[in-house]
């Protein structure tokens, strides 16, 4: 299924997991670190340059930000471990990125992005534990990859081997958004799920 990704439009954000209305369509999610670059790749994907808002500044989206695309919501979860906010904040981001994952969404996958150019955070190694222990379906996005050249890359993906749970078992995308790296195998994995929909 082709989807047309210019009629993308950013839908709703949430600040608490109460304020999400009961789902009414399929949904994508982005999860991972601060900065490592979810509303950068949400733009990337739906050809836009700011309907993700993007920031230099860590820890910016504090929200659940819902994106609809025909049939499907693409769902841009809050960056976890970013260290420069309060404990209270923290918590709140946490409740949120918990209640949704541990809901009864209709939630077919998860893209968990990694910086590729650095070994996972523990943070980023509990996600993964915590994706797998609870049978949800997701590819890793290896953020970033334009930074590294050949030989770097080599050597982390070599390292991601011991760095991340079962790596070789899970399907992973180098991505980089300067360059489109891994956007077109991005995209046909949310059309083969918008697929299965119909």
Partial sequence: MKLNYNKAEFTAAYGKFSQIPA???????????????????????????????????????????????ENIYLVDLPGYGYAKVSKSEKERWAGLIEGYLNSERDLRLVFMLVDMRHKPTADDVNMI??????????????????KLNKTERSKRMEAFETEIPCFNEIHCIPFSSQTGEGAEELRSIIEDIASDEE
């Fill in 129 to 146: 534990n915590y994706l797998i222990d609870t049978e949800t379906p997701f590819v890793i996005v290896l953020t970033k990859a334009d």
């Fill in 23 to 69: 789902p009414e369509r399929i949904e994508i999610a982005f999860a991972g670190h601060s900065n490592v670059g979810k509303s950068t790749l949400i733009n990337k994907l739906l050809n836009r340059k700011n309907l993700a808002r993007v920031s230099s500044v860590p820890g910016k989206t504090a929200t659940i930000n819902f994106f609809g695309l």
